[in-house]
């Protein structure tokens, strides 16, 4: 993330500059992979665990609740990933000669996948929800204070018809505490400009499941696989790919001396003391660095409205002045804790 780069480096700039040197050792590490997995890196950890050992990991990236109300994250969703594919037929075939006597891969394939949830949005998979954490008292607790300000930001950013999703958990548990599944892209036969009668030969879907704390990716994955498997028809083929995305969930702890200090760092820069939450995403270096350091925590300096990844991607600029003078204070506070 652009801004969380700078506003550390800016930090870590300001901090060399001042007559007053911090009281603890720095490591930065950039890393530019977590979109594809982060492969490198984490095999640079597995490698070299003693060059990135630290008490404390500092992870940047995600974003704040609102840009006058600061958050800290204490729980990401893990991730794991495949795609479907379907095929019937040993090339495209005219659709007039021979439809009604081929299951189409695009119908087939739509098929499966209406049988991956229920209505209300719960994932049908056997076996998908056996290892889920609950949601506790204190996430409760903690979930409720936010949730207004993610039913403000859902209307700015998402605005679909109505929210959707398991009706006795809360938007801010279904966007972080909760395991999801999504269909990511589909695609098969004819999409270019007008009409072309064609019975496609394949069709394959992109499929990415979140995860929660007790959750192992692999074993997630192979509950979609065996489910999809029992369901398909033996009129069509089924396949799958994997590309190596999994990562583990997080869930950190709200009352250790790093949470603590950020939360003093926010409120420093802000103003204002600082909700938690649990975000959706996935931080796949987050897992990582818990097996170095002793305490992770995650300071976040971005809007969700900032439109990561897109063409309109944007930073705001109070967020940028606001996360230099937290990332300032929390090395003072983990400095002066430390004595």
């Known amino acids: 993330s652009k801004l969380h780069v700078m506003a550390n480096l800016k930090a870590v700039e300001s901090w060399l500059a001042a007559a007053d040197k911090p009281k603890v050792n720095i ?42 109300q600061p958050s800290l994250t204490y729980g990401l969703r893990g991730v794991t990933a495949l795609e479907l594919h379907v095929s019937a037929p040993v090339s495209d075939l005219h659709s007039g000669h021979w439809g009604g006597s081929v299951h189409n891969p695009i119908q087939a394939l739509c098929e499966i996948i209406a049988q991956l949830h229920d209505e209300n949005g719960a994932v049908s998979v056997p076996g998908f929800y056996d290892d889920v954490a609950a949601v506790t008292a204190q996430d409760r607790a903690l979930l409720e204070k936010v949730e207004p300000f993610m039913q403000a930001e859902w209307d700015d950013v998402v605005n679909a018809p109505a929210i959707w999703g398991e009706p006795e958990y809360i938007l801010p548990e279904r966007l972080g505490a909760r395991p999801t599944l999504e269909i990511n892209g589909i ?60 990562a583990e969930a997080v869930l950190l702890d709200v009352d250790g001396p790093a949470m603590s200090a950020a939360a003093a760092a926010y409120t420093h820069a ?13 931080v796949p270096i987050t897992f990582e660095c818990m097996k170095v350091a002793k305490e992770v925590v995650i300071m976040s300096y971005g809007l969700k409205s ?21 990332t300032i204070k929390f090395i003072d506070v983990v400095g002066e804790n430390r004595g």
């Open 187 to 246: 695609h098969g036969g004819y999409t270019g400009d007008g009409m072309k009668t064609v019975l496609p030969a394949r069709a394959f879907a992109k499929i990415t499941c979140r995860l929660v704390p007790r959750q192992d990716p692999d074993r997630a994955l192979n509950c979609v696989v065996e489910h999809i498997k029992r369901i398909a028809p033996e009129t069509i083929n089924v396949d799958f790919q994997f590309g190596g995305m999994g």
């Open 27 to 68: 490591k930065v590490v950039l890393e530019g992979e977590e979109e594809s997995g982060s492969e490198n890196i984490n095999a640079f950890i597995a490698r070299h665990p003693e060059r990135l050992a630290a008490d404390i990991a500092m992870i940047s990236d995600g974003a704040i609740l609102a840009p006058d």
């Open 306 to 326: 900032g439109r990561a990844h897109g063409p309109n991607e944007n930073i705001y600029l109070q967020n940028f002045s606001n996360g230099i003078q937290s």
């Open 270 to 282: 802000w103003g204002v003391e600082p909700v938690f939450e649990r975000a959706g995403g996935s």
